[in-house]
């Protein structure tokens, strides 16, 4: 394929299953204020984590040519499951016409930045936990990680329902940690892009003794690397106008993504598959 050039002024592309993808937004957004944002939360098909790899590889070719019909520079897949399932597809898809990032290389560079880890937990949906995608990543890196994956299907639906810092996400949160696999290790990959939310419970359970790894803090420290060494930085002064797309418009979107960005912000329905 014939190399485009990118520019700076281009935006940065993000997509997710719904709004969980917010929080890796909002982490660029604070490491990158001067970036314009246009993110693509595929609520029509909220959750990813139960489908099939088939099924989130297809929806994840037409949201990147959703994105790069919007003339994005660099497409994020700030969703884990799509990360783990779907990222080689969306790359080779992409090719040169845009940079592409998933959010469970930096999340492996941490650990492997981190000489003493040896044993970690990974929680995350049901399809990222299955395709065994951290293991496989650290395991390229080096051979001698012991890798724990737990699928914690229960805490995508309690978040979105607004259940966090209570006595119920308390009581899940436990039960899940409690796990025999997830009790002696040196830290814990957040592996789902709603997890930020629920991190000073989860901290709380390890009594601040387990590091967490939170891909949306790795990500943007990613992508500022990335646009630094292809030289499209934007440096832009004037404010950037961020558009925030939801393939099925609802309400209670629109509730929520105060939670997860920090600021209550206005969804636009893209009707992709309509
Ligand atoms: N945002 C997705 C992730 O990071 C989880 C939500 C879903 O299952 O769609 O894996």
Redesign the pocket.
């Known amino acids: 394929m014939a190399s485009v050039k990118l520019d700076a002024s281009q935006p940065i592309g993000l997509f ?3 709004i ?2 917010l929080t890796v937004a909002r982490a660029i957004r604070e490491k990158l204020p001067k970036e314009r944002l246009i993110y693509f939360g595929d609520t029509a098909h ?5 489908k099939s790899p088939d099924s989130i590889k297809y929806y994840a070719i037409r949201i990147a040519q959703f994105l790069l019909d919007n003339h994005c520079k660099m497409i994020v897949i700030a ?3 799509a990360s783990a399932l779907a990222f080689d597809t969306v790359k080779d898809f992409v090719g040169k016409r845009a940079l592409v990032v998933n ?1 469970i290389d930096p999340a492996v560079k941490k650990i492997t930045d981190q000489p003493k880890f040896k044993r970690i937990g990974v929680i ?2 049901k399809g ?1 936990i299955k395709s065994g995608i951290h293991a496989k990543k650290l395991a390229e890196a080096n051979k001698s990680y012991e890798v724990h994956g737990l699928a914690t299907p229960l805490l ?1 639906p309690m978040i979105e329902e607004g259940f966090f810092n209570n006595k119920i996400s308390r009581a899940v949160i436990d039960s899940y940690l409690s796990r025999p696999k997830l009790k002696k290790i040196d830290a814990l990959i957040l592996g ?3 997890y930020p939310l629920i991190k000073k419970e989860i901290e709380a359970v390890y009594q601040g003794k387990v590091p967490l790894i939170d891909s949306a803090d790795e990500v943007a420290e990613y992508v500022y690397q990335l646009l630094k060494k292809n030289n499209i930085l934007n440096h832009s002064a004037k404010k950037p106008a961020h558009r925030f797309y939801v393939s099925d418009y609802t309400d209670a979107f629109e509730k929520n993504t105060n939670f997860f960005f920090n600021e209550k912000i206005k969804l636009e329905e893209a009707r992709i598959w309509k």
């Open positions: 997710d299953s719904g969980g993808g909220l959750p990813y984590g139960d969703c884990n499951t959010v995350g949906t990222t995508v789902c892009t709603h």
